[in-house]
């Protein structure tokens, strides 16, 4: 008969296999990434397989105060990512959008005689 404790300990030792390859494909999306958006969402992902990793490792050995730390980690890790997105926004809107009257062809307009409205 297979005891609870061989089941968590394979479980968990499952789990950190899979972490470890979300980490190595989540590091590649943070190098690769073709744009600034990406490279942030990966960021992010890093801060929830870091929280993974404490949750599953505070389970392997019993210690609670790892879940206390992978708490205090996701709030600061959705602290980092908003700040991140605010950055995106603000870096975005550098150039101011061009007018309503320049978008529909107003504005100054040469007359016959030369002189401008």
């Avoid at 700040?83 to 809107?93: K, S």
Wanted: proline share 4%.
């Amino acid at each position: 008969m297979i005891t609870p404790a061989a089941i968590v300990a394979v479980a968990s030792s499952a789990a950190l296999v899979i972490l470890g390859l979300a980490l190595i494909l989540t590091v590649w999306r943070v190098v690769a990434g073709p744009t600034l958006p990406d490279r942030i969402l990966a960021l992010d992902m890093l801060t929830g397989i870091a929280i993974g990793f404490i949750a599953v490792i505070a389970v392997k050995t019993g210690f609670s105060l790892y879940i206390d730390i992978a708490i205090s980690l996701g709030l600061v890790g959705f602290l980092a990512t908003v700040a991140f997105a605010r950055f995106v926004l603000a870096r975005g809107n550098i150039k101011s959008p061009p007018s309503a009257a320049a978008a529909k062809g107003g504005g100054n307009k040469r007359r016959a005689g030369g002189k401008t409205r």
